[in-house]
Every structure is written in C-alpha cells, then in structure tokens.
Nanobody, 125 residues
Framework: QVQLVESGGGLVQPGASLRLSCVAS????????MAWFRQAPGKEREFVAA???????YYAESMQGRFTISRDNAKITMYLQMNSLKPEDTAIYYC???????????????????WGQGTQVTVSS
C-alpha cells in the first residue's frame, strides 16, 4: 500500500509563489509515474503536471512556464513550484502516483493508482 501526503498549500495574493510537496510512504516510488492534479469547486479534476522516474516533465498548457514539477527519489518526495499565481489557480491540489502507466494517458485521473488527500491553494487579494 502507498500513502501520499501533500503539504504547502495556503492563502496567497495574486502574483505570489507557493511550493507544494508530496511525500510518499509504504512502498518505494522511485520508478512510479507521478503527477499533480487540481480541482476547483464545481469543476472536474484537472491535470496540472507530471513527471516520470527519470525526470521527464509534462505540463498542462495553461501551467507551462509558471509551474515546475520535480521529484527527489531519495526522499520519495515530489514538488510543484508555482509562480505568478492567479485567482483561477485556486483549487485543491492532489498528488497522484501510477505504479506502471503503460499506455494510459497521464492526463487522466483514472490512470493513477494512488492519491493524496489534497492541499488547498487559494489565490486572492
């Protein structure tokens, strides 16, 4: 079994930065495909960014250039650096892990085996 725990969310003003962390326990995740998703009230869960075990990064088009995903396999931790935050970035942010992505689409929530409980990010003046 794998447990994912997110942290780092909070209330910030537009233009600020936040760094989210996702710590894994219960099983080595060094070869897992990992991702960040977010869900705003009344909306579907949305792909944000993903990273494979060798560090290749994938981003949703609207986050490209503002968000950076990274991972530290030794610490079994994944990060999401978010810069130039906008009110529309307000959502609960979730980390997810896939044991073996295979042919599944990394942008789809159903492609992941494990999820964290989420951390709230609110961008407001």
């Amino acid at each position: 079994q794998v447990q994912l725990v997110e942290s780092g969310g909070g209330l910030v003003q537009p233009g600020a930065s936040l760094r989210l962390s996702c710590v894994a326990s219960g099983r080595t995740l060094s070869t897992f495909f990992m991702a960040w998703f977010r869900q705003a009230p009344g909306k579907e869960r949305e792909f944000v960014a993903a990273i494979n075990w060798v560090g290749s990064q994938y981003y949703a088009e609207s986050m490209q250039g503002r968000f950076t995903i990274s991972r530290d396999n030794a610490k079994i931790t994944m990060y999401l650096q978010m810069n130039s935050l906008k009110p529309e970035d307000t959502a609960i942010y979730y980390c997810a892990a896939a044991v073996q992505l295979g042919a599944r689409d990394y942008r789809r929530p159903g492609s992941y085996d494990y999820w964290g409980q989420g951390t709230q990010v609110t961008v407001s003046s």
